[in-house]
T-cell receptor
Framework: DAGVIQSPRHEVTEMGQEVTLRCKPISGHDYLFWYRQTMMRGLELLIYFNNNVPIDDSGMPEDRFSAKMPNASFSTLKIQPSEPRDSAVYFC???????????????FGAGTRLSVL | QKEVEQDPGPLSVPEGAIVSLNCTYSNSAFQYFMWYRQYSRKGPELLMYTYSSGNKEDGRFTAQVDKSSKYISLFIRDSQPSDSATYLCASRGGANNLFFGTGTRLTVIP
């Protein structure tokens, strides 16, 4: 398996523009997580899905952020409109319910480095 | 207050040293404790996890949890330059969402 695949790897945009980040989880994993990582705040959970259904979106900072998971193999995180303070690395991770470690093992993608100018 | 607190470092040690990384957590309901390692420009990857209190050893790495003091530790013996990375502690209760510390950046100098 290729692991969790995120695109794009880098995104540079101007304030006010719409940004869409994409994620393909590992096949068979029923949990998908979106995180944001900054030097100041570390790794923050934004939202997570179980079987394509959003379970907890309490970490989504504002209404400008939205996430969807239309099927088991694809998810998007959208920021509209983007602001300079949204600049961070955004990670997607997936996890199986069962198996060794169960929910403790989250497999992370390589991240999308977002810069909002 | 964050659910999991971690000294951000950075920490710099000579090759062969014993490294001690530490975290504290606030939620008594946390039962699972993990250490993730993150190399530069990569996503975190699970290093090891423990359930409840006690020690767990995996090669040069030992994870330790003291639930009475809500303290999580990772020890690295005979540290190697390849151990240079950011180490993140994480905890969870019954749900599948993890709470991460901010990470400690470790550099092992040859």
């Amino acid at each position: 398996d290729a692991g969790v695949i995120q695109s794009p790897r880098h995104e540079v945009t101007e304030m006010g523009q719409e940004v869409t980040l994409r994620c393909k989880p590992i096949s068979g994993h029923d949990y998908l997580f979106w995180y944001r990582q900054t030097m100041m705040r570390g790794l923050e959970l934004l939202i997570y899905f179980n079987n394509n259904v959003p379970i907890d979106d309490s970490g989504m900072p504002e209404d400008r952020f939205s996430a969807k998971m239309p099927n088991a193999s694809f998810s998007t995180l959208k920021i509209q409109p983007s602001e300079p303070r949204d600049s961070a690395v955004y990670f997607c991770a997936s996890s199986p319910t069962s198996g060794p470690g169960g929910g403790n093992i989250q497999y992370f993608g390589a991240g999308t480095r977002l810069s909002v100018l | 207050q964050k659910e999991v607190e971690q000294d951000p470092g950075p920490l710099s040690v000579p090759e062969g040293a014993i490294v001690s990384l530490n975290c504290t957590y606030s939620n008594s309901a946390f039962q699972y404790f993990m250490w993730y390692r993150q190399y530069s420009r990569k996503g975190p990857e699970l290093l090891m996890y423990t359930y409840s209190s006690g020690n767990k050893e995996d090669g040069r790495f030992t994870a330790q949890v003291d639930k009475s003091s809500k303290y999580i530790s990772l020890f690295i013996r005979d540290s190697q330059p390849s151990d240079s990375a950011t180490y993140l502690c994480a905890s969870r209760g019954g749900a599948n969402n993890l709470f991460f510390g901010t990470g400690t950046r470790l550099t092992v100098i040859p």
